[in-house]
């Protein structure tokens, strides 16, 4: 089984920042996954992918809405993966998650659809006030 939790998030006002953490837990996390991703769910919209970092090559993904604000990192000795969000804006604000998958190659870590993330955190609220 795999665990994954979140933390990190709160209330900022626009121009802040703020870094999430997901900790991953698991024997089959630490040997089978290798692609983690952030994604975010605002009241009354859908799900969307934000970030993703493939395991062994650091690969990274943004979407374009957060490039060049975002970054998302790894320890992988930590079995954690953050993401640090600066320049925050109002319509960042959402719930956020963490998920993780395995996938053939960094490409698809990249590319995949949230429906092949087999495992997901609870979530951390961000609030961003104008």
């Known amino acids: 089984q795999v665990q994954l939790s979140e933390s990190g998030g709160g209330s900022v006002q626009a121009g802040g920042s703020l870094r999430l953490s997901c900790e991953a837990h698991g024997y089959e996390y630490t040997y089978g996954m290798n692609c983690m991703g952030w994604f975010r769910q605002a009241p009354g919209k859908e799900r969307e992918g934000v970030a993703s970092?493939?395991?062994?090559?650091?690969?990274?993904y943004y979407a374009d809405s957060v490039k060049g604000r975002f970054t998302i990192s790894q320890v992988n000795t930590e079995n954690t993966v953050y993401l640090q969000m600066n320049s925050l804006k109002p319509e960042d604000t959402a719930m956020y998650y963490c998920?993780?998958?395995?996938?053939?190659?960094?490409?698809?870590?990249?590319?995949?659809?949230?429906?092949?993330?087999?495992?997901w955190g609870q979530g951390t609220q961000v609030t961003v006030s104008s």
């Open positions: 998920a993780t998958a395995y996938f053939g190659d960094s490409a698809a870590c990249q590319t995949s659809s949230q429906r092949d993330f087999g495992y």
């Open positions: 970092i493939y395991r062994y090559g650091h690969n990274t």
